[in-house]
């Protein structure tokens, strides 16, 4: 079993991590699958993306210790058919990532620090935003960025977003962890604050959000 930690927080939220180290045949034993979704699974051609797919299962197993029914929302966010726990899910090539909550929406991302932001900077950041990237660590910087508008996004669960406008990061120092604050903005133009927290953990970074 691969649970790289667990996280109980403030909020009554769990954040858990499993690394992927099995192979697809081991993670298929500790997963207990739906029939439909083992067809899905039949049909992804990627081995790194079928074992991220079971590394999800085999971690809610874990969490849940019984077969657990996966539902979606327009915009792709996960929700359980048969429990009323919140959940948000994210993975990387290595981890995958679940926070739960047994009332509260939720949202988490998940990116490794070897992938190319090139085009987040351009599609995804304000000009102000842009204008706030740190010159030393950018690369870290834009992670972060990145990661908080997803599990914002994912909160939600609107399909069409813009997160260059619609989603504003308030400016911050990236470090190893801390705290972020942001800013919703419906299509009505009502705006909805959130408060963030992030860490950066084995070349990895994680964002998330309680409420």
Known sequence: MALFFSKKLESGATISVWEIVESEKELLSLSSIPSDE?????????????????????????????????????????????????????????????????????????????????????KALSEEEIDDLSDKNRQLHLAIYWCAKEAIYKRMSISEVDFSNQIEIKRFTPRDNGDIKATFIKSDGEEIEFDLEYMVFENHVMVWLVG
């Open 38 to 122: 083992l067809e899905e699974l039949s049909l992804i051609k990627s081995s790194d993306r079928r074992r991220e797919k079971l590394a999800v299962r085999a971690l809610l197993n874990q969490l849940f210790g019984e077969k657990v029914y996966l539902g979606h929302h327009d915009n792709g966010r996960p929700f359980l058919q048969n429990s009323l726990t919140e959940i948000s899910i994210s993975h990387t090539k290595r981890f995958v990532a679940i926070i739960t909550h047994p009332e509260e929406s939720v949202g988490i991302d998940i990116e490794s620090l070897d992938r190319d932001f090139t085009a987040v900077e351009k």
